[in-house]
C-alpha cells in the first residue's frame, strides 16, 4: 500500500486498536465543529493548518505539532494529510455532575485525580478500579496525559459507561475549588508522612495518582493536604499507578464502611 506521496505504507497496528482517531483536514475540521469531545489535535510541522489550529484552539483542544513521522506512524489510511484528530471515546462530565453523583448516592465524594497518566491502560485501568471501589468521579488534565481514548476505553472494561471523569485545563486550580467544596486531597507518594492506614478517608476525599515515572509534580504536591504512602514489605519498593490507586481506593472503602 503506498500513501498520496508516493511512499510506500505500512499500517500501525497500535493506531489501528485506537477507532478513535480522525484523519484529514475535512475530518478533523467537521469534528472540532461538531461540538464532539475531542482529546487532542496532532499537526505536521510545517503544514499550513492555520484554520484547523485556530479551530481547536477555539473549542480548547491541545494542538500538539510534531514530525510527519509520527502522524505517519499514527496513520491507519496513509493520507492523513498532515492532521489526526483524537477524539474522546466518551463524552467527559463537568465537576459538578461528579458531586452530583456523591449527592444521589448519599454519600461523601470519594474522586481520584490522575496526574500526568500518559499510558490509556493505565488511565483506563484506573478507571475500572474507582468505578468498582464505588467512587464518584476521575479527574484528568487536558495536557500532557492520556484521555478517553478507545484504548483506555477498553482497559477499562466497561466501567467507564458508568464513571464520569472529568478533564481539566488546570489541575492545580482544580484542586484549590475542591479544597473549598470540603474536599481533603490524599497525595500518593513513597516518601508521604501519612501511612495508608492512618489516612482519614472517611470524609469528602480526593486521591492524587502521579505518573509513572515522576509521580506527583510538585506544584499539584504542594497543593495537597496530605501526602500518603503505602507500606512495602517485599523487595521492590514500588507499584505501578493503577495499581496503587486501587490500594488507595479499597483502603478508603474498608475505613468508610467499617471505620477504623
Given at each position: 500500500?503506498?500513501?498520496?506521496n508516493?511512499?510506500k505504507?505500512?499500517p500501525n497496528r497500535?493506531?489501528?486498536?485506537?477507532n478513535n482517531?480522525?484523519?484529514g483536514?475535512?475530518?478533523v475540521t467537521?469534528l472540532?465543529?461538531s461540538?464532539q469531545?475531542c482529546?487532542?489535535?496532532?499537526v505536521?510541522?510545517?503544514?499550513r493548518?492555520?484554520?484547523?489550529?485556530a479551530?481547536a484552539?477555539?473549542r480548547?483542544v491541545?494542538?500538539?505539532?510534531c514530525d510527519?513521522r509520527?502522524l505517519?506512524?499514527?496513520s491507519t489510511?496513509g493520507?492523513h494529510?498532515?492532521?489526526?484528530?483524537?477524539?474522546?471515546?466518551h463524552a467527559?462530565?463537568?465537576?459538578?455532575?461528579?458531586?452530583?453523583n456523591?449527592a444521589?448516592?448519599?454519600?461523601?465524594?470519594l474522586?481520584?485525580?490522575?496526574?500526568g497518566?500518559?499510558?490509556p491502560?493505565n488511565?483506563g485501568?484506573i478507571?475500572?478500579s474507582?468505578e468498582?471501589?464505588g467512587?464518584?468521579g476521575?479527574?484528568?488534565?487536558?495536557?500532557?496525559?492520556?484521555?478517553?481514548?478507545?484504548v483506555?476505553?477498553?482497559?477499562?472494561a466497561g466501567?467507564?459507561?458508568?464513571?464520569?471523569?472529568?478533564k481539566?485545563v488546570n489541575?492545580?486550580?482544580?484542586?484549590?475549588e475542591?479544597?473549598?467544596?470540603?474536599?481533603w486531597?490524599?497525595?500518593?507518594e513513597a516518601?508521604?508522612?501519612?501511612?495508608?492506614?492512618?489516612a482519614?478517608f472517611?470524609?469528602?476525599t480526593a486521591?492524587?495518582i502521579?505518573?509513572?515515572g515522576?509521580?506527583i509534580?510538585r506544584l499539584?504536591r504542594q497543593k495537597?493536604d496530605?501526602?500518603?504512602?503505602?507500606?512495602?514489605?517485599g523487595?521492590?519498593n514500588?507499584?505501578n499507578?493503577?495499581n496503587?490507586?486501587?490500594v488507595?481506593?479499597?483502603?478508603?472503602?474498608?475505613?468508610?464502611?467499617?471505620?477504623?
Amino acid at each position: 500500500m503506498h500513501n498520496s506521496n508516493g511512499k510506500k505504507f505500512r499500517p500501525n497496528r497500535e493506531a489501528d486498536e485506537d477507532n478513535n482517531l480522525l484523519e484529514g483536514r475535512n475530518a478533523v475540521t467537521e469534528l472540532l465543529r461538531s461540538g464532539q469531545d475531542c482529546d487532542k489535535v496532532f499537526v505536521a510541522q510545517g503544514a499550513r493548518m492555520g484554520d484547523i489550529i485556530a479551530l481547536a484552539k477555539s473549542r480548547g483542544v491541545p494542538v500538539v505539532e510534531c514530525d510527519r513521522r509520527k502522524l505517519d506512524g499514527m496513520s491507519t489510511t496513509g493520507n492523513h494529510q498532515g492532521v489526526i484528530a483524537q477524539a474522546a471515546a466518551h463524552a467527559y462530565a463537568s465537576l459538578d455532575d461528579l458531586f452530583q453523583n456523591a449527592a444521589d448516592k448519599g454519600e461523601a465524594p470519594l474522586f481520584v485525580i490522575c496526574d500526568g497518566i500518559a499510558d490509556p491502560h493505565n488511565l483506563g485501568a484506573i478507571i475500572r478500579s474507582a468505578e468498582t471501589a464505588g467512587a464518584h468521579g476521575v479527574i484528568i488534565p487536558k495536557r500532557r496525559a492520556a484521555g478517553l481514548t478507545a484504548v483506555a476505553a477498553r482497559a477499562s472494561a466497561g466501567a467507564l459507561a458508568y464513571m464520569p471523569v472529568h478533564k481539566t485545563v488546570n489541575l492545580a486550580g482544580l484542586i484549590d475549588e475542591l479544597k473549598e467544596r470540603g474536599v481533603w486531597v490524599f497525595g500518593a507518594e513513597a516518601d508521604g508522612t501519612v501511612g495508608l492506614y492512618e489516612a482519614d478517608f472517611a470524609g469528602p476525599t480526593a486521591i492524587v495518582i502521579g505518573s509513572e515515572g515522576e509521580g506527583i509534580s510538585r506544584l499539584v504536591r504542594q497543593k495537597c493536604d496530605f501526602i500518603v504512602s503505602i507500606p512495602m514489605r517485599g523487595k521492590v519498593n514500588s507499584l505501578n499507578a493503577s495499581n496503587a490507586a486501587a490500594v488507595l481506593l479499597f483502603e478508603a472503602v474498608r475505613r468508610r464502611t467499617y471505620g477504623k
